[in-house]
């Protein structure tokens, strides 16, 4: 192994990790033993989200305890107690009630991390409805199809984003009954009185703060997170109520939560992470979760962990190679002492990122493993755990991890440690997704003889330790969020003089894939550099700048499959010079 293992770095000082022993915990680890540790809502009414990480905080001995310290941008804190949150979150469920949402419809929230994106959230779960965040960098393009998708019934945003991205697309969406805006600006006086537009704050400001959650079963929906694939539109992955209790696990064992943590995830709830641990799982065991609205910058966020005393830190490998280009030096002039626990999800991250973690914050990061449709952790580092730099550690307790072939006949093969494959879970546990959106045959096609698989390919080592090898699709990685190709190479083919596209994931030093597109011009358009940075700019307007290619190269004719499908694993090989493999199916050029 070309890394040192880190072992086990324990501040004798610190709190006891929640998971000391992990093979004694996995061994004697059962989902019923989480569900046992949830509340449930009062008089055995079920169990619902906001009850486990808002109101039985509020109502119990943590009522006063700050959970969120929401950031502005000159980095002013607005603080809201579990109490308060309890009470605004309540307003929202009666807004939602009274403008008649039932359970099960679909609340969409498109803002930055603003305080009114929280009691959305709880608010929509109270009245059982299902949330669903979007990231504000999004065009209108990739908005209008999650709404559409998704059936959006109400969308809460600000009046400056619904300007910019939802008032083009807004009379394409019949059935969005309620766009709630967030302003405070006299100028939005007109927009607030369009048809189906409200005032969000005033509508909260007029309901009661008093709200009793109904009913709500374990299997009831509760988020919904769009997804992409290789091809086709972003997949709808449905959550759960029930979820809570990998929430709760995970923050347990691998954030190591503990009462007077306060703690920062970096993601944004437009991304899966960002959900589940950047507003469910901390407030589900009553810790203060810091709340930043502003993007990556080393300054900001040195400062942060400095003055928000934060103790627990979980970020991304994009967000850390950037801060290492930085150096060592802002580290050491930041008092970090209250740091205690560092983590990393979402891509690759590179064992020099490990190690610098450790000689320079004097902590490691520890990195973890999943994907939106496992809606919460399954392979860590775990704080009491050696680390082997570039390893995304073992199966949480409760997960049964393999790697394994699927067989022509569909049967599942599991292979033997040091082999590489496509990395699967037993399906059942309570996070997992319940469902594609409208889509059950493309759910189906992701489990086989009883196992979920993943789509990522990697290997065990001899002793259970999971090392990423690659994604088994053509799905891009960029900054940690997942791009499929097919929505870019779609809105790319709506410019008038794009005959054809194909879209690859180009290996970035920093954000691991960078967007590139091949782009076929129609007949006797010639493509100059004008033209490109048109389609650039086309792009980057529909899609917004998470999405959009950062490249394009003319192609005189892309390569396609004798059934006329553009072949993106030939555009990448040929792009970085490596061998073309199978080609078999290709066309040939005309
Ligand atoms: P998403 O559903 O957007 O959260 O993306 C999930 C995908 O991100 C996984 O299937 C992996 O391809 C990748 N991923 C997540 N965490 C890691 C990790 N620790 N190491 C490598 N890849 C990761």
Redesign the pocket.
Known sequence: MPWDIIHKMRDPAACAPWLEDYDKTRAGFSWAQARALLTGLPQGRGLNIAHEAVDRHALGARGRHVALRCLARDRAAGELTYAALSAQTNRFANVLRHLGVAAGERVFMLSDRIAELYIAAFGTLKNRSVFCPMFAAFGPEPIRARLALGEAAVLVTTAALYRRKVAGIHAQLPGLRHVLLVTDDPADAELLKSPGVSDFRQLLAEASAQFEIPPTAPEDPALLHF?SGTTGTPKGVVHVHEAVAVHCATARFVLDLHDEDIFWCTADPG???GTSYGIVAPLALGVTLVVDREEFDPERWYGILQDERVSVWYTAPTAIRMLMKYGAQPVRSHELSSLRHIC??????NPDAVVWGRDTFGIAFH???????TGGIMIANYPAMDIRPGS?GKPLPGIDAAIVRREKDGRITVLDAGVEGELALRQGWPSMFRGYLHDAARYRQCFADGWYL???LARRDGDGYYW?VG?ADDVI?SA???IGPFEVESALLEHPAVAGAGVIGKPDPVVGETVKAFVELKHGIDGDEALRKQILGFARKRLGAAIAPKEITFARNLPRTRSGKIMRRLLKARELGLPEGDISTLEPAA
């Open positions: 997804t991304w899966v992470t990393s999800v979402g891509e690759p991250l990195d973890n493993w999943w994907q939106t449709e995304m993943t789509g990522d990423f994604r990685k940690g969020h997942l």
